[in-house]
């Protein structure tokens, strides 16, 4: 017996849906309903801790259509349920995605419901792709946004990603290493991140190096004579016993020792920090940098800034590997067009603006100072944010991402922020969004006509 594949790749990503797209597609098909759709992907309010988002995941999207397919065990799977005809798994077996794609760029700050993208093809291709681009741009945003915020409190000093061991499940940690650089983290622990992404990899050691040891100098020694320009971890058994170990150290090698930095990982780190920048400076290694880790978010992380600690780096795990105060947004993949006309919803505190769109982002002296959400084909003041990077199923230039671009887009993106957004604190001010005149006007006229249509299919009262 053949073990079932326990990873998702490109062969079966086909199945990765919600089932209930899959029983809308065959509702479609059976119905003749292959009229062009638009979907939009948009989140309908921040978390009060998040003043912005970072978008982030388009290019997964774009792979994801580009290699869409069902195969011969994917079909059979689903013809095992019961639940699909002969003729409509016929279909699936043809299955390609012809669409088009509309996007703001990966690193782009975005805000409460401004489409992020928005998907235009046949009703069926553009349904089944909800689950897994809501599924993808949703880890990507959320990391990317809390990473952007550690950034910032770190002031320009460095921030390293040293979360996957606790990230929720392999493709996040890998997935996270990306959002992370683009938001501005300058390098991960996660090897494999490495390599697929070009993400610059960074490691030091770990207590278990020193605890199998003889003794924390011993261990130091090997490591030092191993890797010369390393990081040596000082915390195992007491923190500034190990500092004054990095001093002998120092001494035995003279001008062999080339050791960048020592790492601090528990215990109050401003303090130490001070304590361990007078002994290093006191023995001549002013050129010894102190790194430090250990349970840190933005919010620690700008306390120790705040007290002048003498921190030149920070290894940030568990709270911006799973976005510890906001692990998920309000997020929706919603129809808002369908064979030429504008679709909305009307339920309470879910509105759906209609039709395709377009944010327009105005400025004033090099400043973002409010967005305007626009029907698609208008020309308002600002920068359109949404640009096409998808025609016909096949990525356009514009949707060939490279990610230091990305990067930079977004280190450029957020300087343009008012300060009262860019700081990790909630903002007293929220950014103003607001819809166009024409799309306010246009949402009305689409809700006349879905009350006038539901009035008149209403069956008479008896």
């Not at 058994?237 to 500092?243: A, E, N, S």
Request: a neutral charge.
């Amino acid at each position: 017996m053949v073990a079932p594949k326990t990873w998702v790749d490109y062969a079966n990503l086909g199945l990765f849906t919600d089932l209930y797209e899959l029983t809308m597609l065959q509702a479609y098909v059976e119905q003749g309903m292959d009229g062009t759709a638009t979907f939009s992907l948009f989140v309908r309010r921040l978390r009060a801790r998040r003043n912005y988002l970072i978008a982030c995941g388009l290019d997964d999207v774009l792979s994801y259509f580009e290699s869409l397919r069902f195969t011969r065990e994917g079909l059979d799977y689903l013809a095992s349920l019961g639940s699909f005809t002969e003729r409509f798994v016929r279909w699936l077996k043809q299955f390609r995605f012809t669409g088009d794609v509309d996007a703001v760029p990966e690193g782009t700050p975005v805000f409460e419901n401004e489409p992020i993208l928005e998907v235009t093809a046949p009703i069926a291709q553009a349904q089944l792709a909800e689950t897994f681009v809501m599924n993808q741009v949703h880890l990507q945003t959320v990391l990317a946004s809390k990473a952007a915020r550690v950034v910032t409190a770190a002031e320009g000093r460095t921030v390293v990603d040293f979360g996957p061991r606790r990230m929720h499940g392999i493709d996040a940690a890998i997935k996270a290493a990306r959002a992370f650089y683009i938001a501005g983290v300058a390098a991960t622990s996660n090897t494999l991140a490495g390599q697929i992404y070009g993400v610059p990899a960074a490691g030091t050691m770990a207590h278990s190096f020193v605890q199998a040891a003889k003794n924390e100098m011993e261990a130091f020694r090997a490591f030092a004579a191993l890797y010369p320009e390393t990081i040596l971890l000082v915390d195992t058994y007491d923190t500034l016993q190990g500092v004054r170990h990095v001093i002998a150290l120092a001494r035995e090698l003279g001008d062999a020792f080339k050791v960048r930095a020592v790492r601090l990982d528990s215990g109050d780190l401003a303090d130490l920090a001070l304590r361990a920048r007078a002994m290093l400076d006191e023995a001549g290694l002013r050129n010894v940098e102190i790194f430090a880790s250990g349970s840190l978010d933005e919010d620690a992380i700008a306390e120790i800034v705040a007290k002048g600690a003498p921190i030149t780096g920070f290894g940030v795990g568990t709270s911006m590997g799973v976005s510890q105060d906001a692990p998920g947004l309000d997020m929706a993949y919603k129809l808002c067009a369908y064979g030429g006309r504008g679709r909305l919803k009307l339920s309470t505190g879910k509105p759906v603006l209609p039709g395709r769109k377009q944010v327009f982002r105005v400025e004033e002296n090099g400043r973002a100072v409010r967005d305007v959400i626009a029907r698609a084909g208008e020309t308002l003041p600002g920068r359109p944010l949404l640009r096409p990077v998808m025609r016909g199923g096949r990525r356009l230039p514009e949707g060939t991402i490279d990610l230091h671009a990305a990067r930079r887009h977004a280190q450029e993106e957020i300087a343009r922020l008012p300060g009262h957004i860019r700081a990790t604190l909630p903002a007293e001010r929220r950014y103003p969004v607001e819809p166009s005149e024409a799309l306010r006007a246009y949402q009305d006229e689409v809700a006349r006509e879905v009350a006038l249509a539901d009035r008149d299919a209403a069956p008479s009262a008896l």
